[in-house]
């Protein structure tokens, strides 16, 4: 197909260079391409290829082996995560054990109730995974305090909340005093805590079992 060179020239040819940059669907059945020509196309090629140098550079490698070197990379970054995770796992475990050995029962119900620093959302759930897995029956409360706000997570065994436990109901209670908000289903739930201090959040969400 012969494209169009615009009103100013006798033939395409004297377009010179035109780079693609994009093409896109704008309407059924129409394409929108965007492009440079002539010295604009050249002028933007010599700019990716010295992008291409200085990221080789940057991974002490030539341009044609930066393939290779950044599937290395990705391959490290994925061991080194395996590594994490695993580290992270028995740091989990040590510290369920902790907070298991002050487990209290309240209503009939064995609870371990725990405040602690801030984190990251992954490894705070992994906590009251975790912590569920060892406690056999009961219900995990803990609240995880950060520089702006607070996060409170419950979560049950099934059997405890066949006994009656909503952690929904917990949650959206102890939010609701403190001004956050939040909720879930009865065997999990979680809830931002805007002005909570965790032990008092804590206390306030035991009177909710």
């Not at 197909?1 to 693609?20: M, P, Q, Y």
């Not at 020509?37 to 030539?62: P, V």
């Not at 995560?81 to 487990?103: G, I, P, S, V």
């Not at 406690?135 to 995990?140: A, D, E, P, R, T």
């Amino acid at each position: 197909v012969e494209l169009c060179g615009g009103t100013h020239l006798d033939n395409t040819a004297k377009v010179g260079w035109f780079k693609i940059l994009s093409e896109t669907g704008v309407a059924a059945g129409v394409r929108r391409i965007e492009a440079v020509t002539g010295k604009a196309a050249e002028a933007y090629s010599r700019g990716i290829e010295e992008r291409l140098i200085e990221a080789a550079a940057l991974l002490k490698t030539g341009p044609e082996n930066l393939l290779n070197r950044i599937g290395s990379l990705i391959n490290e970054k994925n061991d080194l995560q395996k590594q994490l995770d695993k580290l992270r796992e028995k740091e989990r475990a040590a510290q369920a054990d902790d907070y298991l050995r002050d487990a209290e029962i309240i209503k009939g119900i064995k609870v371990v109730a725990a405040a602690l620093e801030g984190g990251d959302t992954e490894s705070q759930r992994g906590l009251a995974d975790k912590l569920r897995e060892r406690i056999g029956s009961g219900l995990i409360i803990l609240c995880f305090t950060g520089a702006e706000k607070s996060t409170l997570i419950v979560t049950a065994t099934e059997d405890a909340v066949k006994a009656g436990v909503h952690c929904g109901n917990i949650v959206k209670e102890t939010a609701k005093a403190f001004g956050g908000n939040g909720g879930g289903k009865p065997g999990m739930a979680q809830a931002g805590l805007p002005a909570a201090e965790a032990k008092e959040a804590l206390g306030k969400a035991k009177s909710f079992i």
